[in-house]
C-alpha cells in the first residue's frame, strides 16, 4: 500500500532530521510510530475487555472511561 503524506516542507525537513539522527528513514520511523500505536491500542483494547468481564468490583452504575483509564 502506498500512502502519501503532505507534510508542510517545515515539518518534512524537521522529520527527516530527526529521523537521520536516529539512524533511520523517516518512512521508518512512521512505520514503527505506527506499529507501537497500533499495539498500544490493541493491548488498551484487551485490558478493557477483561475489566468489563469482570464481575463484582465496580458498581452497577459505573461508566467505564477509556480516555481516563489511557490518561498518563
Known sequence: MCI?????????QEA????AV???TL???LLDYL???LERRR????????LMSQDGWL????????NEANAE
Open 43 to 50: 493491548k488498551s483494547d484487551e485490558v478493557y475487555t477483561y
Open 35 to 37: 506499529k507501537a500505536e
Open 27 to 29: 518512512e521508518r520511523m
Open 4 to 12: 502519501i503524506l503532505d507534510l508542510p516542507p517545515a515539518m518534512e
Open 22 to 24: 536516529r539512524g533511520t
Open 16 to 19: 527527516q532530521e530527526y529521523a
Open 59 to 66: 458498581p452497577d452504575d459505573y461508566v467505564f472511561d477509556r
